[in-house]
């Protein structure tokens, strides 16, 4: 009945208004009979109670025309569910993680990116985990949504119908960050996608500490715009002084190199005044420490 961006919000949207419809539709006709009975019945009109005998027809009716009702509204609702629960066999397999502060998507082919990419018309799995706490995989527009739960996999499907850019959010509520783990659906024409997804990625220099930042979700709580975020900006701070506490006690450091990796490896180490003790061990290889730490002093 309704259509939208996805197959899955029409599945959605149609059995939640034939629902909220009924709902109207009953509460209309219940709040005009109680107002008809209040006035028709009162004592004014009827000093003397009349004995309600009882009507057999009247109560078959008010039995089993709600019954049909909500045997009706659960048929859609689980003929729906079924559907939204069962991805199609040559639905496009891709992996979703979840960690603090950031969403990961990994294609078959290996090719891995911040933002996800689908092709339009084309059925979509999304097959979802997280590393380290729970998270929960939003996308509004589409109307879906799934827990990521670490050491577990859970799944969503759909199959774009528009090309076009949508949120994806994360709406699990405990913890400071996952209000920050914003990405983009971008759905993309078939061919442009499989561009895309046979290209080599060729990152410029410098550009690979950027993403780095990006995909492990450090941007969520640290800005490159000198914005004080969870954990303070990047921005400018290399080579300047810094006041932090160091085992309970203040001290004031110089932004240095050896500043820089230590944070990245030891994170509580070292915690900048006037912030808290929010950074989680974001495992890294020797390799991307040095990408992060040329970038982050390119930051003037
Ligand atoms: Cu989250």
Not at 49 to 70: D, F, G, Y
Not at 151 to 165: I, Q, R, Y
Not at 183 to 208: I, N
Not at 216 to 235: A, N, Q, W, Y
Request: with cysteine; aromatic share 10%; proline share 6%.
């Amino acid at each position: 009945m309704f259509s939208g961006p996805s197959n899955t919000a029409g599945t959605i949207d149609t059995p939640f208004f034939i629902i909220v419809g009924t709902c109207v539709v009953l509460l209309s006709l219940i709040t005009f009979l109680i107002i008809l009975f209040l006035v028709k019945y009162h004592k004014k009109r009827n000093p003397h109670p009349a004995e309600v005998k009882e009507h057999r027809v009247l109560e078959i009716v008010w039995t089993v025309i709600p019954i049909m009702i909500v045997l009706g509204l659960f048929y859609v609702g689980w003929a729906d569910f079924d559907y939204l629960r069962t991805p199609p066999e040559d639905a496009m397999p891709v992996a979703v993680v979840g960690r603090k502060w950031s969403w990961e998507f990994e294609y078959e082919n290996g090719k891995k990116s911040d933002v996800l990419r689908v092709p339009v018309g084309k059925p979509v799995k999304l097959v979802l985990t997280a590393t380290d706490v729970l998270h929960s995989f939003y996308l509004p527009a589409f109307r879906i949504k799934e827990d990521t739960v670490p050491g577990m996999k859970t799944h969503l499907w759909f199959t774009a119908n528009e090309t076009g850019t949508y949120d994806i959010f994360c709406t699990e509520y405990c913890g400071v960050g996952h209000s920050h783990m914003i990405s983009k659906l971008l759905v993309m024409p078939a061919g442009e996608f499989d561009t895309w997804y046979r290209a080599e990625k060729a990152a410029a220099p410098g550009e690979r500490g950027a993403q780095l930042l990006q995909s492990k979700g450090c941007l969520g709580c640290h800005s490159t715009d000198g914005t004080r975020k969870i954990g303070p900006t990047f921005k400018g701070k290399y080579g300047e002084k810094t006041v932090v506490i160091t085992g309970g006690k203040k001290r004031e450091v110089i932004i240095d190199e050896g500043y820089l990796r230590k944070s990245l490896i030891e994170p509580n180490a070292d915690i900048v005044e006037g912030y808290p003790a929010a950074m989680p061990v974001i495992p890294l290889t020797e390799e991307e420490l040095n990408e992060i730490v040329e970038y982050l002093k390119s930051l003037r």
